[in-house]
T-cell receptor
Framework: KAGVTQTPRYLIKTRGQQVTLSCSPISGHRSVSWYQQTPGQGLQFLFEYFSETQRNKGNFPGRFSGRQFSNSRSEMNVSTLELGDSALYLC?????????????FGPGTRLTVL | SQKIEQNSEALNIQEGKTATLTCNYTNYSPAYLQWYRQDPGRGPVFLLLIRENEKEKRKERLKVTFDTTLKQSLFHITASQPADSATYLCALDERSQGNLIFGKGTKLSVKP
């Protein structure tokens, strides 16, 4: 079974631009969660999608948004990029929603904002 | 305030010894706790899950304990090997928030 894939792997943007990151979960997994990882804050939860609906949202500004498609693929969007948005963005999939299931993480997208 | 802390940012041990990593939390009531391993440039990989009613869980050379009174989980790697060198993350669920909350990790280095 193929693992979680994320595209692109690396991205460089400038302040004020917007960016869209993509995540394809493991086949059969319907829950996709997004996390931001930085050296200072560690791994922080952004949001979770299940069956195309946002199930839960972390404490991030409205510039961070996401969606999930009928095939469970997910995208997240960050508008009006700030320098502090530079981070590794990870998505994770699980078979069902809820935290009793282990999360399968993708390799991440490294976003650099200049 | 709510906190989840992994006591050491870095831990250096000799090959063959037991590595013990600590995860403490404050003002959470997790139903379970998970441990992940993360290698540089890669996403975390799930290792073990322990529920609040379980004292200990084992998987090969790995052992996890969970003490809800002390609000602490210990993660042990016995007979450690250089290949065990990585960052280890603990994560707990928070019933009221409905998502996993991660510690910042402990970077383990096992020297031959």
């Amino acid at each position: 079974k193929a693992g979680v894939t994320q595209t692109p792997r690396y991205l460089i943007k400038t302040r004020g631009q917007q960016v869209t990151l993509s995540c394809s979960p493991i086949s059969g997994h319907r829950s996709v969660s997004w996390y931001q990882q930085t050296p200072g804050q560690g791994l922080q939860f952004l949001f979770e999608y299940f069956s195309e609906t946002q199930r839960n949202k972390g404490n991030f500004p409205g510039r961070f948004s996401g969606r999930q498609f009928s095939n469970s693929r997910s995208e997240m969007n960050v508008s009006t990029l700030e320098l502090g948005d530079s981070a590794l963005y990870l998505c994770a999939s699980s078979f069902i929603a809820g935290n009793t299931n282990e999360q399968f993480f993708g390799p991440g997208t490294r976003l650099t904002v200049l | 305030s709510q906190k989840i802390e992994q006591n050491s940012e870095a831990l250096n041990i000799q090959e063959g010894k037991t590595a013990t990593l600590t995860c403490n939390y404050t003002n959470y009531s997790p139903a379970y706790l998970q441990w992940y391993r993360q290698d540089p440039g890669r996403g975390p990989v799930f290792l073990l899950l322990i529920r609040e009613n379980e004292k200990e869980k084992r998987k090969e050379r790995l052992k996890v304990t969970f003490d809800t009174t002390l609000k602490q989980s210990l993660f042990h790697i016995t007979a450690s090997q250089p290949a065990d060198s990585a960052t280890y993350l603990c994560a707990l669920d928070e019933r009221s928030q409905g998502n996993l909350i991660f510690g910042k990790g402990t970077k383990l280095s096992v020297k031959p």
